[in-house]
């Protein structure tokens, strides 16, 4: 079908992609990208006594630690995807969005959401000593927190939440509607992006209002394990591989290996990834039978996992010069191949035997630095080295500087999860072996060396892209385009012809 | 049905959900049903009470200033206040709040953590936590006093050198003596941890095993 160019049938795609979007969510991913990673230096200096800012209570390194992550899942991670949305969905389904003030008015309330998590994470403890605070805390039987709500992930402040259960559901309307008016087969990425709209919607609304309101207790715990699972799960891995299952196989140029492994992957995911949520909280007073039911559906969906990732090698398997020189297919199988790891360490750190040693150690940290940078936001950065020449229309200002960027990224990671993950197993040694606390501190410093000037590659690698794509849109609109920008709608048919 | 949008919507994405919770998070809820959930009035118990009257002695002045005497009812507000500091400071992403029963942490820390320990208004969310940086606190009360906590507040290092923690000097006026009202509800707080249990538990044992080993 490939070959039915730009047939009149067709809308072109500047008529149904509002590229204009497409880059505001990136800009504001990579603001938030910038201010988490600054918190997570900060944190790393606190921990080997380098923090010249500790003191300083707007600067507090417990507080920033939480801007820490959900600047990265909800600015960086949640915007990047925003992005990809506005430029997949139309394409895919020849049909804009539900409706175009709807897409300003969340792009505008999502950026609100995330400014105020932060300002909330950061101001709101100060303030915390009001006495209506206390009335209201007392009178309605509620925690009452200006500023961060006790849950990993659901940090977000009590008064945002229903705005950002709300923006979900807007969300999933303007991006279901041309998902559900399209006619025909489906491709695969648009499962992947379907089932996320309504998992995502489900799981905030889930552990932002079932845990702080209504259920106690260990039950809480479930239910909280669940949602910091689900979030990884069910919102930021479907829409990860659904962008996977669009871009990999335009930059190849070749169909998708095998339609039925992209079935197993997709299903077994969508029916053994929302059972886990357990597995965080092992060993604690939630029944024992439903933490082994845990690890067990942890340890299939690693098998699931797996045909994925083979279905993708089979993808590429003949053609693996290109990754010397394409760096967005690059950052793809390098990415690929961190999931792997990741999915390999989960399968054994999951198990009860593991765990006694390594649950609450930095092994912890490790593993979800593998899994959000190594792999998602490895992604993202695939997805934005190949888009930004076409949402700009120029080419990029230096190829080196996506090269440094590639390579201190995925360099820097890997030294960051090493390390961490044997900072964990020493940690858990010295804990179970009944030594002092202080002495565990004291044998983690130069792991934590470590980590910051990992950190600080990965940082510096960040800072490279920033420096090129300040440069790149300085620089003159190229008018000779890359050969793929040409026959934009002809491409889709080529992803759903396999 | 496996490639269709009302399979993908309907048994993906609500059907699979929904077994989920129901499996996950409906079992357990069911399972403790018998365990009502306490409200913050009815954990403050004799001990922890004791400890809000140390701090009215410690600090007179501080104490006069926020809360004025002490009964069931401030030491609850106390309690509350301190639980929410805790949440906004992110002591929880460096401190848990639950004795696993391997690792030997029912030697470091004292018992074995158990459901109906959690069962109350204090643990709305539950304050697990998953990282330790710095110790397990769930029996944290009435092992340090109450002034040691405030020191430690207020600069760490001064009470044990090398830590990475990180300082809190907002908790107070100026100096370790004068907490402020956040101060004395986190120290309460803290005082808290682990009172309801019979005994607190004996860190002595601690070395007397070290000795052993
Ligand atoms: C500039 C580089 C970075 C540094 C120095 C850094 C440092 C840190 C530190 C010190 C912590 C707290 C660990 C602890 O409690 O012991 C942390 C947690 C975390 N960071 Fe980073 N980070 C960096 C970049 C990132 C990026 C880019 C991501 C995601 C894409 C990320 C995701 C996370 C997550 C998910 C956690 C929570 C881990 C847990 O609770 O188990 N970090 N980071």
């Known amino acids: 079908m490939s070959e039915g160019s730009s047939s009149p049938d067709f809308p072109q795609h500047d008529e149904i992609v509002n590229e204009r979007l497409v880059r505001w969510y990136f800009y504001m991913a990579l603001t938030f990208m910038l201010i988490s990673m600054l918190g997570g230096l900060l944190m790393a200096a606190q921990l080997i006594h380098w923090n010249p800012l500790n003191g300083i209570e707007y600067l507090s390194a417990g507080r920033w630690r939480m801007v820490h992550t959900n600047a990265i899942a909800y600015g960086f991670l949640a915007n990047s995807f925003l992005g990809v949305l506005h430029w997949v969905v139309p394409r895919l389904t020849l049909r804009p969005v539900l409706s175009n003030r709807l897409s300003y008015f969340i792009f505008f309330a999502w950026q609100f959401v995330v400014l105020s998590t932060a300002a909330g994470i950061i101001i709101g403890p100060s303030f915390q000593d009001q006495a209506w605070v206390a009335e209201l805390s007392k009178s309605l039987n509620i925690a009452f927190s200006l500023g961060a709500q006790g849950l990993e992930w659901g940090e977000t402040p009590f008064w945002i939440d229903p705005v950002a259960q709300l923006g979900l559901l807007l969300l999933a309307i303007n991006f279901g509607s041309p998902i559900f008016q399209q006619k025909g087969p489906m491709y695969v990425t648009l499962w992947y992006f379907l089932a996320a709209f309504v998992w995502t919607f489900l799981t905030y609304g889930m552990g932002n209002f079932l845990p702080e309101y209504a259920v106690p207790g260990t039950s809480a715990g479930a239910i909280g394990g669940l949602f910091i699972h689900d979030l990884v799960g069910l919102f930021v891995t479907p829409l990860g591989w659904g962008m996977m299952y669009y871009f990999v196989p335009i930059i190849l140029k070749r169909p998708i290996w095998s339609h039925g492994l992209s079935l197993v992957g997709f299903w077994g995911l969508a029916f053994f990834y929302p059972l886990q949520g357990i597995h965080h909280f092992l060993y604690t007073p939630i029944p024992m039978f439903l933490q082994y039911g845990a690890v067990i559906s942890t340890i299939a969906v690693e098998l699931v996992v797996m045909t994925v990732i083979i279905n993708f090698i089979g993808t590429v398997w003949g053609a693996t010069d290109i990754f010397k020189k394409n760096i967005p297919i690059r950052w793809f199988y390098a990415g690929m191949i961190l999931y792997f790891v990741t999915c390999a360490q989960c399968a054994l750190q999951v198990t009860m035997t593991f765990q006694k040693l390594i649950h609450f150690t930095d092994w912890v940290v490790g593993h979800a630095h593998l899994v959000m940078f190594g792999v998602f936001s490895m992604w993202i950065f695939g997805v934005m080295t190949y888009l930004f020449p076409r949402l700009l229309k120029r080419e990029w200002y230096s190829n080196t500087l996506c090269e440094i960027h590639f390579w201190a990224s995925f360099v820097g990671v890997i030294i960051m999860f090493l390390d961490l993950m044997f900072a964990g197993l020493f940690q858990g040694f010295y804990w179970a072996s009944l030594q002092p606390w202080d002495v565990s501190v004291e044998v983690s410093q130069p792991f934590w060396v470590v980590r910051i000037f990992a950190g600080l590659t990965m940082f510096g690698g960040f800072l490279c892209f920033l420096y090129n794509l300040f440069m790149t849109m300085q620089s003159a609109e190229s008018t000779e385009t890359a050969p793929d920008l040409e026959n934009k709608t002809a491409i889709n048919y080529q992803v759903m012809d396999h | ?213």
């Open chain 2, 1 to 213: 049905m496996f490639e269709s949008k009302a399979g993908i919507f309907g048994i993906a994405g609500l059907g699979f959900f929904a077994f989920a919770f129901i499996s996950n998070a409906l079992v357990p809820i069911w399972m403790y049903k018998e365990l009502p959930e306490q409200t913050v009035e009815e954990v403050v118990n004799a001990r922890v009470l004791s400890s809000f009257g140390d701090l009215k002695q410690r600090y007179p002045e501080q104490f006069d200033k926020y809360f004025d005497a002490v009964d069931v009812d401030n030491c609850a507000e106390a309690l509350r206040l301190g639980r929410q500091v805790y949440i906004g400071e992110g002591c929880w992403h460096c401190h848990s709040q639950f004795v696993r029963p391997v690792s030997n942490e029912s030697r470091r820390f004292g018992p074995v953590s158990e459901t109906w320990e959690y069962q109350n208004a204090l643990q709305r969310p539950v304050m697990f936590g998953t990282r330790r940086v710095g110790p397990d606190l769930s029996r944290e009360g009435g092992r340090r006093g109450s002034d040691w906590h405030a020191v430690h507040f207020f600069e760490p290092k001064i009470v044990s050198t090398d830590s990475p923690m990180p300082s809190y000097p907002w908790f107070f006026e100026g100096s370790p003596d004068k907490p402020n009202k956040r101060g004395l509800a986190m120290i309460i707080y803290i005082q808290w941890l682990g009172s309801w249990l019979d005994e607190y538990p004996y860190y002595e044992q601690l070395e007397a095993d070290q000795e052993e080993l």
